[in-house]
């Protein structure tokens, strides 16, 4: 499976660095919303309280996170699939 999750293609990335909660969350959220259904959104965020906020934020309001991993030291990568619209 782990194979699968490193062919995703990425349809946007969201650079977030320097902002924090809950402006990630919010913005991540927003572009979302502009993105089609089965979209990837790749966030990156340099905040720690971000790496596990906006995963379980956005988990929450029913998409699909496919992945959270470092970029290196200071930087987080959060994968994140858009939901189908109700």
């Not at 971000?50 to 030291?73: F, H, M, Q, W």
């Amino acid at each position: 499976m782990k194979g699968a999750v490193e062919s995703v293609r990425i349809d946007k990335e969201l650079n977030l660095k320097g902002k924090i909660c809950p402006y990630t969350f919010i913005e991540s959220m927003l572009t979302l919303e502009e993105m089609e259904a089965g979209q990837v959104l790749r966030v990156i965020v340099d905040y720690p309280p971000a790496v596990c906020d906006v995963p379980r934020s956005l988990k929450n309001e029913g998409y699909e996170i496919l992945k959270t991993s470092p970029i290196n030291e200071t930087d987080w990568a959060i994968l994140v699939k858009n939901k189908e619209m109700e």
